[in-house]
Structures are given as structure tokens and as C-alpha cells.
């Protein structure tokens, strides 16, 4: 099987001691349009930090197939790479940065710059790779420990998540168990973390820091074609099903949110994370509801005119034709906003639902106005056919019909109320009835006076009335029938 071909880099933050910082926003967008397969979804940053010359961006590259300039002997021990680096990795989806390292002779009076660094890997990252070396580990200073003491100390100064960090223990030999040296780190941690802050000793590490440690002995040990299998091993177990737990946004909106952060470090503000994401995500959700319910009002406004009447007049059409629009909205939302702080955009969701239900509100009110009169007319039109031909009639042969009639009437408004989401605005059926008039004398028009009828199925409305809790007199002999069926199915009709 053929090898893939390895990732691009970049430069995102160029760095000249005394003169500039330079964060290439714009490089970084263009670089992610054209190498992120993946659209509008997070990708997982992946960031490694820890001593120049340690082996960093070697690690990096074999890991997630990417092209860091490595440490070329040849040209002594200075770094290999400098400022902030970028790669993108589409399997696992990753975006990978590499560091410039700390601790150089020629980098000594420039710690600030490490220091920012430090807090940008923190604050950006989903997990963190920490190079160190067996020989450090329990020493006070030199290698990678003052800047794992810059790690500790910025990650109390500001509030962010709780971050996962890989100790990637270098040029690691058997002649101390894993085991011990793993307890060893450990208890190196605790104590820096005690000694830097006094005030949280009660605090412990593992409430800001998920902890993991990694081992991989020298290359030249192994042999290139075993430390790479070793490196695969390691990315499988950190890297190849990780799940993002915090704050996330689509792969676009990485280039400008990381230039955020990297200007307000670069102005020493103190950084709050939750906040941050929380108006990022506010914005965002806010910014893609006014853009669609600034389409849809145009589609309702405009699509309802051009709509033929017998589409206006079919209620099921009306309400597949609403409720179409209801739900390619919300799954356009969905879409767009799948990435941000889910209650944020629930909540948003929800707001821009009850001002899409408001503003197809009148074009439903109107079909249900044109359903009930074309129900109606032909509901009258049968039981007057259907009493002119019973010579006979009694209780059970008319009430029966003028029950299946309501029962359907009640089951169509009721399923297309339902069907269209408006229940969610508050309209039910009772509303509905309230305002259009339903239940008025005009809801039957052609029903003639049939006194004798209204006598003869007298008594069993009354039984239906007291069943339905709701009391109407009969005691008028010359009720017409129309004013009668208004009666009965005022009574008959359960509200929903």
C-alpha cells in the first residue's frame, strides 16, 4: 500500500528576539481551505512543546505523517524549528503544532516569548504532547524544566479547561521500571506545583491537568522502522479515537479564533476560556438565526403569494408546505452551528423556532379559516341529504354521522396543528376556534329548521353535554338544527 503523502506546514508566528511577533492569519486560513478535507467540523489541535533539540517536531512527523523541519546535526544543536508551526492531518482529523523550543543558550534572555508560546499551546490545544528526558526528571532546573514550570504556573494564572497532557518521557532505558519512573514524574509535578504556589497546596494537579506518560527509549536504539511503530502505538492510544470534551469550533473559524488568543497574549490579558467560548458561541449562533430567519420571512412572504388558491385551500399542503420550512431551517442551523457550546445553541434554536412558528402563524390561521369553511359546506350538505331521505329518524342514525364528522374535523385540525410545530406558539385549537368564529351559526349555512328532529335527539345531547362537563340549555322547541350541530359540536370538540 502506497505511503501518503506527508502534510504541508507552516508558519503561523514568526518570531525575531527585540523586533517582532507576527501571527500570518490569513497564510493559516488559505492554508486550512486547502488542506482540511473535512468542512464544518472540529479539528482536534494537537500541540507539542518542551526543550530545543529534544526531538520534538521527529516525534511530530512520525505521529501524524507531517513535514516539521527536524534537528539536522549537521548544523549543531541550535533549533530546528522557530516560532509557531502548523500542519493539518485528515486521518485522524488533526490540526498538529510544533513549538519552537525552550531552554537554548542563544534563548536565554527571551523568556517571554516562551512563556507565550507555553500559554498558547494551553489555551488552543485539545492535548498537549510535553517532551522530557529520563536524565531530567527530578532535576531542579536545566532541559525542559523551567518551561514545565511556566506550563504550571500559566495554567493557574488564567482560567481554561482542564487540558490532557502526554509526558512523552525521551531516551527512556530499562534500568528503572516504568513503573518507578512514572511515580517519579508524578511526584516531580506535585512538587513544583507546592513549591511555585504555596497558597493551593490543597489543590491537586489532576484537578487541572488529566495526566498521561509515555515512554520511548532513543532512536538509534530502536532503529528508525521500530520508533516509528513505537510513535504509531503512542498516537493510537492518545490520538486515534480522541473526542474533543470542551470548546470547539468548525476547522474556517480556527485561524481566526487562534489569532484572538494569540493577541491577547501577546497584550498579557488575562484569559478566561469559558467566557470567551461562551460569546464566541453566542455570537455565532445569534449571527446564522438572523440569517436565516431573515431568509425564511422572505419565503413565506413571497412563496404564499405565489401559491394557487387550491393549494392555500388544502390544509395538508399548507401544513407539509410550513412544516418543510420549519425543518430545513433548523436542520440548517443544526449544520451551522454543530460545533458551538450546545446550550448556547439550543437556546438560540429554540428562539429562532418560535420566530419562524410567528411568522408562518397568519398563512395557517388562514388555511385552517379555509378548511373550516370548506368542511363545513360539505359536512351540511350531506346530513341535509341524508335527513331529507330518513323518513324515519332517530337518535342513533343521526348522532352517529354528526359525531364521525366532528371526530374527523377535530383529527385533521389537531394533526396539522401538530404537524406544523404551532402548538409551540401557543395555538391550539381552542385558539383557533376563538378567533375565527368557528362554532357560529355560519359554520352550518344550508341546514334547514327541524323541530321534530331536535326533539327526537334531545335527550342523548344532553347525555353528551354532561359527559363533557359542559352545560347548554335545549329547552327552546324551535331551535333550528344548524344552531343545534353549533351546540353539539361546541361540546362534542375536545380541545387539544
Not at 114 to 123: N, R, Y
Not at 414 to 429: H, I, P
Request: hydrophobic fraction near 40%.
Amino acid at each position: 500500500m502506497a505511503t501518503p503523502t506527508p502534510s504541508k506546514v507552516i508558519q503561523i508566528v514568526d518570531h525575531v528576539k527585540g523586533k517582532r511577533t507576527e501571527f500570518y492569519e490569513q497564510d493559516l486560513s488559505k492554508f486550512v481551505a486547502e488542506n482540511c478535507i473535512q468542512k464544518n467540523v472540529h479539528y482536534p489541535v494537537f500541540s507539542i512543546i518542551g526543550a530545543r533539540s529534544s526531538g520534538k517536531s521527529t516525534l511530530m512527523n512520525l505521529m501524524f505523517n507531517t513535514k516539521f523541519a527536524a534537528l539536522n546535526q549537521s548544523r549543531g544543536m541550535n533549533a530546528a524549528s522557530r516560532g509557531i508551526w502548523a500542519a493539518t492531518c485528515n486521518s485522524p482529523r488533526a490540526i498538529v503544532l510544533d513549538a519552537e523550543g525552550s531552554d537554548g543558550a542563544e534563548h536565554q534572555d527571551d523568556t517571554s516569548f516562551e512563556k507565550k508560546t507555553a500559554l498558547f499551546a494551553l489555551v488552543i490545544s485539545d492535548l498537549m504532547f510535553f517532551n522530557i528526558k529520563q536524565d531530567e526528571i527530578d532535576r531542579n532546573n536545566g532541559g525542559s524544566i523551567p518551561l514545565l514550570r511556566i506550563v504550571l504556573q500559566e495554567r493557574l494564572n488564567h482560567r481554561m479547561h482542564k487540558l490532557k497532557i502526554v509526558f512523552v518521557v525521551r531516551d527512556y532505558n530499562d534500568k528503572i521500571s516504568k513503573e518507578k519512573l512514572h511515580a517519579k514524574l508524578i511526584s516531580m509535578l506535585a512538587k513544583i506545583w507546592g513549591e511555585k504556589f504555596p497558597k493551593n497546596k490543597s489543590s491537586n494537579i489532576s484537578d487541572y491537568f488529566e495526566i498521561t506518560v509515555e515512554f520511548l527509549p532513543n532512536l538509534d536504539y530502536y532503529g528508525k522502522e521500530e520508533f516509528r511503530n513505537r510513535c504509531a502505538e503512542m498516537r493510537n492510544r492518545n490520538v486515534n479515537h480522541f473526542v474533543a470534551q470542551h470548546y470547539t469550533c468548525p476547522v474556517e473559524e480556527f485561524p481566526r479564533h487562534a489569532n484572538i488568543l494569540w493577541e491577547s497574549i501577546k497584550k498579557n490579558i488575562r484569559l478566561d476560556m469559558p467566557s470567551y467560548w461562551a460569546i464566541t458561541s453566542s455570537n455565532r449562533c445569534k449571527a446564522v438565526s438572523d440569517e436565516l430567519l431573515l431568509v425564511v420571512k422572505q419565503v413565506i412572504s413571497q412563496g404564499y403569494k405565489k401559491l394557487p388558491q387550491h393549494s392555500k385551500d388544502d390544509l395538508n399542503k399548507m401544513t407539509e408546505w410550513l412544516g418543510d420550512i420549519l425543518k430545513s431551517s433548523l436542520t440548517a442551523y443544526d449544520d451551522a452551528v454543530k460545533c458551538y457550546h450546545k446550550e448556547t445553541a439550543m437556546a438560540f434554536k429554540e428562539e429562532l423556532k418560535s420566530q419562524i412558528l410567528l411568522n408562518a402563524k397568519p398563512c395557517f390561521k388562514q388555511a385552517l379559516d379555509n378548511y373550516e369553511i370548506t368542511f363545513g359546506k360539505n359536512m351540511a350538505d350531506e346530513l341535509e341529504c341524508m335527513i331529507e331521505a330518513c323518513s324515519n329518524l332517530n337518535d342513533h342514525v343521526i348522532l352517529h354521522p354528526i359525531l364521525d364528522y366532528i371526530d374527523e374535523f377535530k383529527e385533521n385540525i389537531t394533526d396539522s396543528v401538530l404537524r406544523s410545530g404551532m402548538y409551540q406558539m401557543g395555538l391550539t385549537v381552542k385558539e383557533w376556534l376563538d378567533e375565527s368564529g368557528t362554532g357560529s351559526s355560519s359554520f352550518f349555512p344550508n341546514l334547514t329548521n327541524q323541530v321534530d328532529f331536535l326533539e327526537r335527539v334531545k335527550s342523548p345531547v344532553q347525555s353528551k353535554a354532561m359527559e363533557a362537563h359542559v352545560g347548554f340549555s335545549l329547552s327552546s322547541s324551535y331551535f333550528s338544527v344548524k344552531s343545534f350541530l353549533t351546540s353539539l359540536f361546541s361540546t362534542l370538540l375536545i380541545i387539544v
